[in-house]
């Protein structure tokens, strides 16, 4: 082998390296390869890029809002599809009925009970019953797909003249108070009207029949007749007969109008219902934080009697304790500024050093 000065060829398949002179021993290595390599993955590139495009933000956010309408849609779907599963039957529509015309209905149903036997107890023989719209109001009875608006034509005063123009006058007491409007607003105990939902103790109320001159609208004086008039007497007994556990006491009050439109978001005016109806048992109420426990429930208290001397079996006083003197004072003068009537009389409290006490029937 010769190894002095001359160059060293190596052959290996087709590439030549060479090592030349003896003082650098460089092996150089032929670059072809990795260009051929990065040439093909620069074509693999390209094909992927061709198969898949690379795309603008406008397009993603185009995609994505297309993924979203089809997740909505699938939803949607799905929710028609559960709520067609638990759709309520035609027939069990015939339950459900609003609660507020409960009581009218029962009413209305029961007038002509009633005047037969006011007649009947005076020892007179009705001289007229009115069979037309016993039909109609059984007929709304029986047929309670839309038993609302029927109801609501009946409780304007417009209504009652168109239902008995030339026929005696028979009007609820509670359509009465409602025509009357500012004049059977006064803080006055109203006696006769039933608090409960149940049309049972309906026949306490009493009606009158005042019959009507001409064809014409009922006068507000026609109207105010149809109240009964009940003496000291007739309030007391009609009270004993009732009990204690049924409400004959309403007192009416007149709240500032901002008062009343800040009360409808109050959680707790909703339930004010549920709250009276289970008033006679014990119970707690847990609501939150300003939802109106202290102010309210009192004037819901306040409202059907309770606290009244007027009130046979709700007489007494409506107790309200507060944790600290401030909150007694606020809620206290709150509550009064509500109902419209005056610290230190109808509403009293008394903190340590502090004290305001008058008829008392709400008390902090
Ligand atoms: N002094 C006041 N002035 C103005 N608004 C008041 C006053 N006191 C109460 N309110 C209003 O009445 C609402 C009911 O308050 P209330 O004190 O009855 O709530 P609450 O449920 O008893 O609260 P808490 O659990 O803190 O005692 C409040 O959200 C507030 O809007």
């Known amino acids: ?27 150089i290595l032929p670059t ?20 898949n495009p690379k795309l603008s933000k406008s397009q993603i956010r185009k995609l ?10 699938f939803w949607l779907s799905k929710s028609i599809e559960a709520l067609e599963k638990y759709k309520i039957l035609e027939d069990a529509y015939s339950l459900l009925w609003s609660s507020k015309t409960i009581g009218l209905v029962c009413i209305i149903e029961s007038l002509p009970t009633l005047n037969q036997n006011m007649f009947s107890k005076a020892g007179l023989e ?31 005063r417009k209504d009652i ?14 359509v009465a108070r409602n025509a009357l409007g500012p004049l059977a607003s006064s803080q006055e105990p109203v006696f006769g009207k039933d608090l409960g939902p149940s049309c049972s103790s309906v026949d306490t109320v009493p009606i009158k029949e005042v019959p009507l001159k001409d064809n014409s609208t009922p006068s507000e004086e026609d109207i105010k007749n149809c109240i009964p008039k009940l003496s000291a ?11 204690p556990l049924s409400a004959s006491t309403v007192v009416h009050v007149l709240r500032p109008d901002e008062v009343e439109n800040k009360r ?29 426990k202290t102010t309210q429930v009192p004037q819901f208290l306040y409202e059907s009697g309770f606290g009244s001397s007027q009130s046979t079996f709700r007489s007494g006083i409506i107790g309200v304790t507060q944790p600290h003197h401030v909150a007694v004072l606020a ?13 230190g009389k109808e509403v009293g409290f008394q903190v340590r050093h502090d004290k305001k006490i008058g008829d008392r029937m709400i008390f902090y």
Not at 64 to 73: G, I, P
Not at 126 to 134: C, H, I, M, R
Not at 233 to 243: A, L, Q, V
Request: proline share 4%; aromatic share 4%; net charge negative.
């Open 331 to 343: 809620t206290a003068m709150r509550v009064t500024f509500e109902l419209g009537l005056h610290l």
């Open 161 to 174: 003249s168109k239902y008995h123009i030339g026929q005696p006058l028979i009007i609820e007491i509670e």
């Open 32 to 51: 072809k390869r990795s260009k051929k390599r990065k040439e093909n993955n620069l074509e693999l590139e390209k094909a992927k890029e061709k198969q």
């Open 126 to 156: 009705l001289p007229y019953v009115d069979k037309s719209s016993k039909g109609r109001d059984s007929n709304n009875l029986s047929s309670s797909s839309e038993p609302e608006p029927e109801l609501e034509e009946i409780d304007s």
């Open 264 to 292: 409808k978001d109050l959680p707790i005016v909703m339930m004010e219902q549920e709250i009276m109806e289970a008033i006679n048992e014990n119970f707690i109420i847990c609501g939150e934080t300003g939802c109106g």
């Open 1 to 27: 082998m010769e190894s002095s000065g001359l160059p060293v060829e190596l052959m290996t398949g087709q590439d030549s390296w060479s090592l030349e002179g003896s003082d650098s021993n460089a092996l």
């Open 233 to 243: 007497d007739d309030r007391r007994e009609s009270n004993m007969s009732k009990g």
């Open 64 to 73: 994505k809002m297309l993924e979203e309408e089809k997740e909505k849609a």
